[in-house]
């Protein structure tokens, strides 16, 4: 008995052990739900990815996203915060199957690291200055339902994520999409997919309740003032979304926690900071190179002068984060105080400009655009509408026609390093480009082509991405493309030590990495069509973005007169070297008789003129050819072939088929007509190939055409058969002896 109930205490043991682990293993689901702006959203943790240090599920609608924060327990001696973040699309979530070979999802689309570029900008300013853990964000698409984006709420999801696992982290952060309604002219927070298609401006902006820390839009050439409104109504929705994290992370209750916070030895501070003046002479020099070169001496200099090898082992990154903050100290230091930079320009002057278009031969249009030390080469590239880039990721577009691709290969700074696929910075450059761009585009049945424009830098020492923009403009207009309206770029910078604020035009460098804002601005001499701003100082208002775009609006309107020097409008006509599309429409009952069995007579006719021919399901044609003469071949045999023969029409073809009744003469491509034995000669014909054989030219009217299509030819100019008369026998003459046509059954 003893020995029973010892037993049965022992299983009841296990048993509550084993319930332990299971509640242990499957925590409390905490969820808040809620409405805004008219979307519906939840966020919700403590039932997935639980061995992350913050997890949280974020939807709107059906799109749900699990956003992950990790941070590293062991501190790492870098002298820049170590922050990684991963956006993974999953084809799954929109029901397909990845294409390729492989059948899953390989390296990330050009999408998915914008997006991680998106979560990363509004993120990464909130950490703690000192904060030396590495932290990777991973954002993974479970369900995308066709209506809502995954993007601006995974910066939600990340911000929350955080906040739970209690980080360093200035939080919390959120990130909204501001559309207006073309019609009614309303704001529109988040809009889905369908409300895009309707908005004239796509303005994505994130930050806290506090400040902006970053902005990225796309317009159809909206003002400065409409911008500026849009932006103000996007900070409301940020402090809308902020407090419904608030409301979440008060359930979720995480419990705080003591990060290490590095603080370099005070004495670095006090060595490096008696070079200020040092300093300040090294950084006055318009010349990137010979700048770097002094500033590096300096910095080398003061390393050898004033600590031991054994200090600069062991405080290596903390030297390096002094020196830089000497430098970033006497630059900003210099623009305040004496209102001049350090390449000797005042706040509003534009670096002189080299601008070129045509610069290339034989390529379809080009342009050189050089600002200061920064150079692009633009190159445009004319193309089928096939042609253009089919996008396999989980956003409804599957294609686009402008494409915009920028490269930044090493030498542009006078560095040595490897080439390879395009990195993020390289990506979210040309992306900028490309959405500044395409409001001025033609429509397809303006200009039925694919266009590629690539952007070479050459140099650079700032602003590369605007210089993109401008060279593109060039490269446009020289191809011939018919642009809406000529688009310059310009990137501003802002130093802002307390309450004194300089605005700059037209940053190098230096002013980006060491100034407080890099904020970009693109448009036409009507509105902004792009603009992309990240900022690191934790003041910045709406009032300041207002005198940036005011200045930015000068100095787009200096570069603009410039650029319209070089090249006033597009070119009248396109490259010599480029395609002639023409477009003609064919009924759709007749799509198949181009074609061909097989392709057979589209194929046929693309080897014989050298034009391309695409079609249509509508009954499009596009025919695209560098010879005029091939083109126009081309669409002449098009137009043969869906032509209806009409009673009189006459033709000369050739001989594709003999029966005992009669020989097939091919009218048109892929369209036959039966000339009958008895109409090929003047005389009794015993067997069709005493007359005519295959490969034979002969010159034929169309006497009949039947309700099924079927073709009645009759032979012109008929030769004589030996021993008959000259009668036809298969018509009569009048008295003057010309030969009146008699209709015939249909013998086929």
Not at 254 to 263: D, G, S, T, Y
Not at 483 to 511: F, N, R
Request: hydrophobic share 40%.
């Amino acid at each position: 008995m003893l020995l029973a109930r010892l037993k049965g205490k022992r299983k009841e043991a296990l048993r509550n052990r084993a319930q332990g682990k299971r509640k242990v293993r499957y925590m409390e689901q905490i969820t808040e739900s809620f409405e805004l702006y008219g979307k519906q959203y939840t966020l919700s943790t403590g039932e997935l990815a639980k061995q992350a240090s913050g997890a949280v599920k974020v939807t709107q609608g059906d799109t749900t996203v699990l956003v992950t924060a990790v941070i590293s327990e062991q501190e790492k001696d870098y002298d820049f915060f170590p922050l990684t973040v991963d956006f993974m699309e999953k084809m799954y979530a929109v029901g397909r199957i990845p294409g390729g070979y492989l059948k899953r999802e390989a390296k990330p689309t050009d999408k998915a690291t914008l997006t991680a570029r998106m979560i990363d900008r509004p993120i990464r300013p909130g950490f703690a200055d000192g904060f030396k853990q590495e932290v990777h964000i991973v954002a993974t698409t479970f369900v995308v339902d066709g209506e809502n984006p995954p993007d601006c709420m995974s910066v939600m999801g990340a911000s929350a994520a955080l906040m739970c696992a209690s980080a360093p982290f200035d939080g919390p952060a959120a990130c909204v999409r501001i559309g207006r309604d073309k019609e009614t002219r309303e704001f529109i927070v988040n809009p889905t997919y369908a409300e895009q298609e309707n908005s004239d401006l796509e303005l994505t902006i994130a930050g806290t309740a506090d400040y902006i820390s970053m902005v990225e839009a796309g317009a159809e050439e909206i003002s400065e003032e409409d911008m500026l409104a849009a932006m103000t109504f996007g900070q409301e929705a940020i402090a809308a979304f902020c407090e419904k994290q608030k409301a979440f992370l008060e359930k979720v209750n995480p419990q705080p926690k003591e990060w290490p916070i590095h603080v370099p030895d005070p004495s670095i501070a006090e060595r490096v900071d008696k070079h200020f003046d040092e300093m300040s002479a090294a950084l006055k020099d318009a010349d990137k190179q010979a700048r770097i070169g002094k500033v590096e001496e300096l910095k080398a200099s003061i390393k050898e002068t004033d600590f031991t090898e054994e200090e600069l082992l062991a405080w290596a990154s903390d030297i390096a984060a002094a020196l830089k903050a000497l430098e970033k100290h006497a630059m900003r230091q210099m623009v305040i105080e004496t209102g001049e930079r350090a390449d000797g320009r005042t706040s509003t002057e534009i670096r002189p400009l080299y601008i070129k278009a045509g610069y290339l031969p034989r390529v379809h249009g080009s342009g050189l655009f050089q600002r200061g030390q920064t150079q692009a080469l633009s190159v445009c590239t004319l193309g089928m509408l096939s042609e253009w880039q089919r996008l396999d990721s989980i956003d409804p577009v599957d294609h686009k026609r402008y494409m915009h691709q920028y490269n930044f290969p090493p030498y542009c700074t006078g560095e040595v390093g490897r080439m390879g696929a395009p990195k993020r910075r390289e990506i979210g450059h040309g992306a900028l480009a490309e959405r500044a761009l395409v409001p001025v585009l033609p429509s397809e049945e303006e200009f039925p082509y694919a266009i590629r424009v690539v952007s070479e830098i050459l140099e650079s020492n700032g602003s590369s991405s605007m210089a993109s923009t401008c060279g593109s403009t060039l490269a446009l207009m020289d191809a011939g493309v018919p642009i809406k309206a000529p688009v310059a770029g310009i990137a501003m910078g802002l130093i802002k030590e307390g309450d004194d604020i300089v605005i700059l035009s037209d940053i190098q460098g230096l002013e980006d990495f060491l100034g407080d804002m890099d904020f970009k601005v693109c448009g036409t001499e009507h509105g902004i069509t792009a603009l992309q701003m990240d900022n690191k100082a934790k003041g910045l208002s709406v009032d300041i973005l207002a005198r940036a775009l005011a200045q930015a609006k000068e100095g787009r309107a200096f570069i603009m007169k410039n650029m319209l020097e070089a090249i006033s409008e597009p070119r009248a006509e396109i490259s010599p070297y480029a395609p002639r599309i023409e477009t003609i429409h064919i009924p759709v009952d007749k799509i198949r008789d181009v074609i061909g069995s097989g392709g057979k007579v589209i194929r046929g006719l693309q080897d014989e003129t050298g034009a391309t021919i695409e079609i249509e399901d509508d009954g499009t044609v596009r025919i695209a050819s560098v010879e005029a003469a091939s083109g126009q071949a081309a669409k002449d045999a098009i137009l043969g072939i869906v032509k209806v023969p009409e009673v009189g029409e006459i033709y000369e073809g050739e001989v594709v088929g003999i029966k005992d009744f009669g020989a097939f003469v091919r009218l048109t491509p892929g369209k036959d007509g039966l000339l009958h034995i008895s109409r090929m000669a003047n005389g009794r014909v015993g067997k069709v190939e005493d007359v005519l054989n295959i490969g034979d030219t002969v010159k034929v009217e169309v006497i009949e055409v039947s309700d099924n299509g079927k073709i009645n030819l009759d032979r012109v100019d008929k030769p004589d058969v030996a021993g008959t008369s000259k009668r036809h026998e298969g018509g009569r003459h009048d008295g003057n002896g010309s030969r009146k046509p008699r209709r015939r059954h249909n013998d086929h």
